[in-house]
């Protein structure tokens, strides 16, 4: 489904990032960097019409001629990035949110693991299993 | 007029109708009437809005209706099956001015009856005959025509059979009257709602017909063009209603079904229609958004010849123009950009194949035909506020240019290769000729292009400016890491270009920015670029600087880092004239992350060694030779006082130990972003000038400037990880630890250094690698040590706590070295004194403690003067002990020193027992590295304190001397001799028996001689108490004599006046028992006698002359028993008048009850002077001070008690006077009592016992029985 996941700290840097090891990874660290003024763009929008009752998800980021770059962002100001391939046209709003939904509670469950100290990179194998689910279903789709 | 408008006009279509001018055919004459009644109605009609209500549900709209009219012909009627909705007739009018019956019937009537067959053949019922009166034709007619009602009539009842609307009149057309404006009106009214009608029905139809054609798309042979065509067909219905909405849907609906059966191919079901949109692309001449309506490529779909690429171009310019009319030009911008990102996708899901390069022209062209439609249609105020929306487009645009121009060869330094110019030459034949709509204007995107791919300096203007525009913009609405991106793309063709300079202005943003946010890979690969720059520009210490970054990154390859590794080293290597050196951070090349002082306290004196074992962790690929490695350390100039405490960090858990902690490199920017340019801190220290105490201290920030500097701007601070890191400043204090040709190896490498003398702080860490310097800047948290120096130091003590006088005594000397090195031959010179001599002995030896050395004997001399102590040789900052015998000589008497305050000026706290007199001693040494004496206080404990009294039993007198052992340790007491200083006529004989006494710590012994003397009796004594001690079980060798000297003043005094009374008591058992019983009141008799004649001194006393002028004194008595085993019945004290002559008796008879059985003592008597109230206070006789002493104590008790005289007190100890005593005792004029001094009173039965029986056995027991 996915060719790059991405996890980002409040501040900005990666917390975890993983991109389909067939492409080129750099390319994916810039995309992922340049979608956060989009998101940033779209929470502080959001921030300023409804208050606390806002939605997680994002949307569409922005569409590149190959890829279609989602967001979705948590209420501690994690941001979830997924990059879809935009020749996978299988991919609708609803499966991108419970992907996200999934990637949330995946980080959530990092979060709760005492010996996890928040603000460092994310080692969890649990949470690689998720993202490696989603990313797997890629090579079966595309 | 022409009969049909097709294709429909730009903007506005127009409702079709047929006009039937059949009547206005016939009669010529009128054919003018027609024409001026057309302009007219073709105005009004569309003047009123209808409402027009919709099937489905959907919601009523109002709307104007247009009509277009058109001369009726049998041809023009839709034929079966047509599907055009733009030309279909709705509505079918007849016109007739007709007032004449006659020609009704034979013209009018066959005509509109052929007319309405025709029509009927067609299926269409929408039609309305209008009769036009005119007053003209009415005048004219006036007589002999029948009224025009008839006609109406008889049209009505010939065609419109119960269809009466469909008939209208209208009246006097041409005249300005209120009439025929009525008329006028209805008519319009009656077209309007016929005209609805007729279009909804026929939309509606015609909506239905195109659901059952879009039904059978699965159906073989079904086309989409046609489809298209037919729903475009609604579009334009719609479009020229103006509902653009519902336009823009059913276009949207097309798109959509399209999409949808593109990405079905995709997923392998492929329709056949298709098979003309994967035709290979031979045209990419960009979207034409220019026309309302592109015919050309219109015709192509509905020929079935369109390309993917003109079906998605016609239909995005028909959304984009109804966009344009919702007024919403920033969807038509996010649309194109959806629109440009799924052509491509298409075309590569369809495997179109494409010329390369063509699609990045038509995707370029496009952008700016959009671009260029949106501002059109926008005031550049708006298009400004609006960059979010326009930006992506730009962005893509430049995007695509800079693939043409890579392909195109325009990119390189050369300039295009033949290659490149073939290829240019095939793409600028694929965009065609320039269109009509812009061939005037000099900026289309038609000519942009071919003007970029015809020269490189063209191609660079425009890319430049492409470019920078996409940059502003984004910067504009606060995109700024899309416009680094878009910057350094831009810097890519720089160096392309070569043109490294203008390259790394937007490298260097770039990696500020990724930097900043911790994205280590784009850092990496960011730096890997400016190290380009670099080295294309020569800039010597700032390409080292990132080859040292690169060097030390985990991302890159161990290859890369080798490579930019050796780049170091090979400047490194270069020979030292050609280049300056080059200082660098060290924090690229490797890490302080520990530092370990030994010994841990960090502290320690100049002699001994003090190692700092620094801990660096090489970031290097490959190991490194270094020349030099150093520390400059910064020496301290107020701490270099205070010997040895260690200023690690505080917070260090291993002492000596400083752990630095590092930002890990690939934890992210958390540390960094917040942390600002690390601070240069320096401690200070305010010590005040006279005694050095310490006012104030603190941490003063050198670099204040720097770091607010950095929290006003907001941009992101320099962090160690920044390629140009902050300016490397060498400070040279001078003072270096080096260490010389060490290797680092990948990892953590251990250094070590070794301190020089003095307290320093750590400062700076060089690493100079031939050319290259590293250089940490700051040691931080600050580290400290000191190596200090310290003078001998001789100290004494005693070996056990307390030191007794009077014994062999051991303690010990101690002596710290210091910087002083002890030679052989040294010697102690300790001056003797009388009072404490240095025992001699024999085996004595000194043990060198460092730690322990070695030992070795000591040489001790003594001659007269001075005992000299030859020390053995001992290195510096060692310790040497020894102990030594000392004996401090108690001394005679018990003079007291003058005040407890000792030699050394301090107050020694004495333990608690030794309440009397120490001894303090002082030695005076004379000490080899010193010309002046040492002075040396020991303070000596006399282990006794003795007391002496002197007690008389009637006219015996005798010295008792108590010696209490103060001491913790037993003694034995031996000789005890007490010697009378004077020869005076005095006999001293000693009672004592034992000739050895042991004396246990803490209690004490009493040694007692009676007085005998002849008559002169010294008005002074002193007295020698002498006995020898020594600790028990100890040979008679060891014993030491203590003396006692003391004196008893007024000696004669005391004893003639001594014993004035006897006491004597006696118990009586009552009168019928042999004994006394517990329980049975006895009598107490107390018979006071006076034994001596008045002296001087007393009949000067009190004394008041009786009646028989004898003079009497008054005495007090009291019966007390102290342990409870007597009860006073009656009266226990009273007062008894004596008169002053020998042998005068007085006799007391008190009542006392035993309350035990057993030998009881009997209760003290006690007697003491009552002084009236006028007598003058006695001096009295106070030999020492420890008969005042129980005298005092006894006047004490009795004010403490205060019970009643009277009372019977079975266990009160004393017995008060009375409460009235109290008074007296505090004014000067009242009586008082007055105890006689010691021996004065004689008492005869103290410590006398008497039995007591129980009493009788006559317990009786009740028993009652029942």
């Known amino acids: 489904m996915a060719v790059c996941i991405a996890v980002i700290a409040k501040e900005n840097y990666p917390l975890y990032i993983r991109s389909v090891p067939t492409q080129n990874e750099l390319k994916f660290h810039y995309t992922v960097h340049t979608s956060l003024d989009v998101v940033e763009e779209k929470i502080s929008a959001v921030g300023k019409s409804l208050g606390d009752q806002r939605e997680l998800y994002l949307g569409l980021l922005y569409p590149t001629e190959d890829y279609k770059v989602y967001g979705y962002v948590t209420n501690s100001k994690v941001k979830f990035v997924i990059v879809v391939d935009s020749s996978n046209t299988s991919l609708r709003d609803n499966e991108i949110r419970s992907m996200f939904r999934k990637l949330h509670n995946s980080f959530t469950d990092v979060m709760c693991n005492p010996f996890h100290s928040p603000g460092n990179t994310i080692q969890s194998k649990a949470f690689d299993g998720i993202v490696s689910g989603m990313m797997v279903q890629t090579a079966s789709t595309v | ?1266």
């Open chain 2, 1 to 1266: 007029k022409k009969n049909t408008i097709y294709p429909p006009p730009p903007i506005w279509a127009f409702l079709l109708g047929v006009l039937k001018r059949q009547a206005l055919k016939q009669s010529a004459g009128d054919q003018g009437l027609f024409t001026s009644l057309y302009t007219s109605l073709a105005q009004q009609l569309p003047r009123e809005p209808m409402e027009w209500r919709r099937t489905y549900g959907r919601a009523p709209k109002m709307i104007h209706l247009e009509a277009n009219f058109v001369q009726f012909k049998e041809e023009l009627l839709p034929k079966e099956g047509n599907k055009a909705l733009l030309t279909f007739p709705f509505l079918h009018i007849y016109w007739t001015d007709c007032c004449d019956t006659e020609a009704y019937k034979s013209a009018v009537k066959e005509d509109m009856t052929r007319w309405q067959s025709s029509l009927r053949t067609h299926g269409s019922a929408d039609w309305v005959i209008i009769v036009v009166e005119t007053n003209d034709t009415k005048k004219k007619n006036k007589t002999n025509i029948l009224p025009r009602s008839s006609i109406v009539d008889k049209i009505r009842s010939d065609f419109c059979n119960k269809q009466n609307d469909r008939c209208v009149v209208l009246s006097d057309p041409l005249k300005d009257s209120s009439r025929s404006q009525e008329s006028w009106n209805s008519l319009l009214l009656k077209l309007r709602t016929l005209l609805l009608m007729s279009f909804t029905k026929n939309l509606g139809r015609f909506e239905d017909d195109m659901r059952t054609l879009r039904e059978k798309r699965t159906q073989p042979g079904w086309s989409f063009c046609e489809y298209f065509m037919v729903q475009e067909e609604l579009a334009f219905v719609f479009e020229m209603l103006q509902q653009f909405e519902d336009a823009l849907v059913q276009y949207d609906e097309l798109d959509a079904l399209f999409t949808q059966y593109v990405l079905n191919f995709g997923a392998g079901d492929t329709a056949n229609w298709l098979g003309s949109f994967c035709a290979p692309v031979r045209s990419w001449s960009g979207l034409l958004l220019r026309r309302p309506i592109d015919m050309e490529k219109r015709d192509g779909i509905q020929r079935g010849e369109a390309s993917l690429l003109d079906l998605r171009s016609y239909l995005f310019s028909r959304q984009c123009t109804l966009l344009i009319f919702l007024l919403r030009p920033w969807e038509v911008t996010q649309r194109a950009l959806e629109l440009l990102h799924n052509c491509v996708q298409e075309l590569r899901l369809l495997e179109v194949s494409v010329l390369e390069g063509a699609l990045d022209c038509w995707v370029f062209l496009s952008c700016l035909e959009v671009l260029h439609r949106i501002e059109g249609c926008c005031d550049p105020a708006q298009l400004a506020a609006n960059c979010s929306h326009t930006v992506g487009l730009w962005a893509y645009a430049t995007d695509k240019l800079k693939s043409l121009g890579e392909l195109c060869g325009l990119v390189s330094e050369k300039g295009p290769t033949s290659e490149d110019l073939n290829r240019t030459v095939d793409l600028l034949a694929g965009l065609g000729d320039e269109r009509p709509e812009t061939v005037s204007s000099l900026q289309s995107p038609y000519k942009k292009l071919k003007e970029a791919l015809s020269s490189v300096e063209a191609f660079e203007r425009h890319y430049l400016e492409l470019s920078h525009a996409a940059m502003e913009m984004y910067r504009a609405i606060g995109r700024l890491r899309s416009a680094r991106l878009v910057g350094k793309s831009l810097a890519e063709f720089y160096m392309r270009k070569g043109d490294p300079e203008r390259a790394e202005t937007f490298l260097q943003e770039a990696l500020k920015s990724y930097t900043s946010e911790g994205w280590s890979l784009p850092v990496t690969h960011t730096r890997k670029q400016i190290a380009e720059c670099q080295k294309l520009l020569g800039r010597t210490e700032d390409y080292l600087q990132t080859s040292a970054l690169l060097a030390g990154d985990v991302n890159l390859t161990t290859e890369e880092r080798k490579h930019f590794c050796q780049e170091i080293l090979t400047f490194a290597g270069k020979s030292e004239d050609q280049s300056p050196k080059a200082t660098l951070s060290m924090a690229v090349f490797a890490q302080l992350t520990r530092l370990q002082f030994r010994p841990a306290t960090a502290s320690v004196h100049s002699g001994a060694v003090l190692q700092a074992e620094l801990t660096l962790r090489c970031l290097m690929p490959v190991s490194v030779h270094i020349q030099q490695l150093a520390v400059s350390v910064h020496f301290d100039l107020e701490r270099a006082g205070t010997n040895g405490r260690s200023k690690g960090a505080p917070r260090q858990t291993n002492p000596g130990t400083v752990e630095f902690s590092q930002a890990h490199p690939s934890a992210g920017p958390a540390s960094s972003s917040a942390a600002g340019p690390p601070l240069e801190l320096d401690e200070i220290e305010d010590r005040s000038p006279t005694d050095n105490s310490l006012n104030s201290t603190g941490v003063v920030c050198k670099n204040t400037h720097l770091v607010m500097r950095c929290h006003d701007s907001a941009s992101p601070p320099d962090t160690p990880n920044c390629v140009s890191p902050p300016s490397v400043t060498v400070k040279d204090d001078g003072q270096m630890l080096k260490v010389q040709d060490v290797t680092l190896e990948p990892g953590n490498n251990s250094i070590v250094f070794t301190a020089p003398p003095g307290t320093y702080t750590l400062r700076q860490l060089y690493a100079t690698v031939g050319q290259v310097q590293f250089v940490l800047p700051h040691i931080y948290p600050s580290v400290q040590y000191e190596v200090y120096s310290q003078e001998p130091q001789l100290t004494v003590e005693p070996l056990s706590e307390p030191l007794l006088a009077g014994l062999p005594q051991m303690v010990k000397f101690t002596l710290l070295t210091g910087h002083y090195a002890v030679k052989k031959g040294d010697a102690l010179q300790l001056s003797n004194t009388d009072t404490m001599p240095v025992l001699p002995s024999a085996s004595c030896t000194a043990r060198i403690n460092s730690p322990l050395v070695g030992e070795s004997s000591l040489f001790i001399q003594s001659s007269e003067k001075v005992t000299s102590i030859s020390l053995p040789a001992t290195p510096p900052y060692h310790t040497l002990e020894f102990h030594l015998e000392v004996l401090c000589v108690i001394p005679h008497g018990c003079d007291r020193p003058a005040n407890e305050r000792l030699t050394n000026g301090e107050v020694r706290h004495r333990p608690r027992s030794y309440s009397h007199p120490d001894t303090p001693m002082t030695m005076s040494i004379d000490c080899p590295w010193s010309i002046y004496s040492t002075l040396l206080a020991l303070t000596f404990y006399i282990p006794f304190k003795t007391k002496h009294t002197l007690l008389s039993a009637g006219n015996r007198k005798y010295i008792q001397v108590c010696v209490q052992n103060m001491s913790d340790v037993n003694f034995t007491l031996a000789e005890v001799q007490l010697a009378e200083k004077q020869q005076a006529t005095l006999e001293l004989q000693s009672l004592n028996t034992k000739t050895q006494q042991l004396l246990c710590s803490k209690h004490s012994v009493f040694c007692l001689w009676e007085v005998r003397w002849k008559d002169d009796l010294p008005s002074c004594l002193q007295c020698i108490f002498s006995a020898n001690f020594s600790p028990p079980k100890q040979d008679v060798s060891t014993f030491k004599p203590f003396h006692y000297q003391f004196q008893l003043e007024r000696f004669i005094f005391i004893f003639y006046i001594l014993t004035l009374y006897s006491v004597r008591a006696e118990i009586l058992p009552p009168a019928s028992e042999q004994h006394c019983r517990s329980g049975f009141l006895c009598g107490l008799e107390v018979c006071i006698t006076r034994l001596t004649e008045p002296t001087e001194g007393e009949a000067a006393e009190d004394s008041k002359t009786d009646a028989d002028g004898l003079k009497t004194t008054k005495l007090m008595y009291e019966v007390a028993d102290s342990s409870s085993n007597w009860a006073v019945c009656g009266k226990s004290s009273g007062m008894v008048s004596m008169p002053m002559a020998a042998d005068a008796t007085h006799k007391v008879q008190i009542e006392v009850m035993p309350l035990f059985a057993g030998h009881l003592p009997f209760p003290k008597i006690k007697v003491l002077k009552y002084l009236p109230h006028t007598a003058a206070v006695a001096i009295q006789p106070d030999p020492d001070s420890c008969v005042e002493n129980d005298s005092l104590s006894l006047l004490d008790k009795v004010l403490d008690d205060q019970g009643d005289t009277a009372s019977i007190r079975s266990r009160g100890s004393v017995h008060s006077v009375g409460s009235g005593d109290q008074q007296q005792q505090k004014g000067v004029a009242m009586p008082r009592l007055e105890p006689f001094a010691a021996g004065q009173v004689f008492n005869h039965s103290h410590t006398q016992q008497v039995l007591v029986l129980p009493a009788t056995d006559d317990h009786i027991m009740e028993v009652n029985a029942t």
